[in-house]
């Protein structure tokens, strides 16, 4: 089945500093999700990237994705104590439609002040 | 900017009460989810539903689940008789036709199962 995984599984860096997180999973993908949950609350969506796309940048969000190598990375620039959350990535279980999603365990990072 | 909301926040209750989790998913949506998410545990894909009925679920929703769009705005998750292992943060999901399935997340609910 699809899955992704991320790793590291924790990761703590000073502020300012960048975060790269990486994801991997299985099977073949229409696209893939990253989302933030902040501790004991939802999940919010962070980026979205297609199979057909390399990189993909939203503010100090780098996503890219390597399609033959089944894998994703997060990279947050210039962290900030803020961003202290885990990391999910998703993927649909399967290509077509709007399909339920399936998520690794997270990173957890902390950016220490 | 429309958001998914959920109501309560926090449910506590005892073993073999039934429970429903109320969702507002975002208006123009029309694909509605529920997912779960045990302490320290992977967010789980429990059921979807679309145009009125299930779509899919998982084989996590047994029988004592249920999920009913009673109204236009309304999506509701229903456990009949909680266990002690359903205590988990409840996550309610929509998206729309855009065909990318980006789904967005409600807040949560906490059920805590005593």
């Known amino acids: 089945s699809q899955q992704g995984e991320e790793d590291p599984q924790a990761l703590s860096i000073q502020e300012g500093e960048n975060a790269t997180m990486n994801c991997s999973y299985k099977?073949?993908?229409?696209?893939l999700q990253w989302y933030r949950q902040n501790s004991g609350r939802g999940l919010v969506h962070l980026i979205l990237?297609?199979?057909?796309?390399r990189e993909k940048h939203s503010g100090r969000l780098r996503v890219t994705l390597d399609t033959s190598k089944k894998s994703s990375s997060l990279l947050i620039t210039a962290s900030r104590a803020a961003d202290t959350a885990s990391y999910f990535c998703?993927?649909?279980?399967?290509?077509?439609?709007?399909?339920?999603?399936?998520f690794g365990k997270g990173t957890r990072l902390s950016v220490i002040a | 900017e429309p958001e998914v909301t959920q109501t309560p926040s926090h449910q506590v209750t005892q073993m073999g009460q039934e429970v429903i989790l109320r969702c507002v998913p975002i208006?123009?949506?029309?694909?509605f989810y529920w997912y779960r998410q045990i302490l320290g545990q992977k967010v789980e894909f429990l059921v979807s539903?679309?145009?009125?009925?299930?779509?899919?679920k998982s084989e996590i929703f047994d029988d004592q689940f249920s999920v009913e769009r009673p109204d236009g705005s309304n999506f509701t998750l229903k456990i009949r008789s909680t266990k002690l292992e359903d205590s988990a943060m409840y996550f309610c999901?929509?998206?729309?036709?855009?065909?990318?399935?980006?789904?967005?997340f409600g807040p949560g609910t906490r059920l805590t199962v005593l």
């Open positions: 990237i297609r199979s057909n796309e």
């Open positions: 998703a993927t649909a279980i399967r290509n077509s439609g709007n399909t339920p999603l399936v």
């Open positions: 099977t073949s993908i229409n696209n």
């Open positions: 539903f679309y145009n009125n009925e299930i779509s899919e």
């Open positions: 208006s123009n949506h029309l694909y």
């Open positions: 999901a929509s998206t729309g036709t855009s065909g990318k399935n980006e789904q967005f």
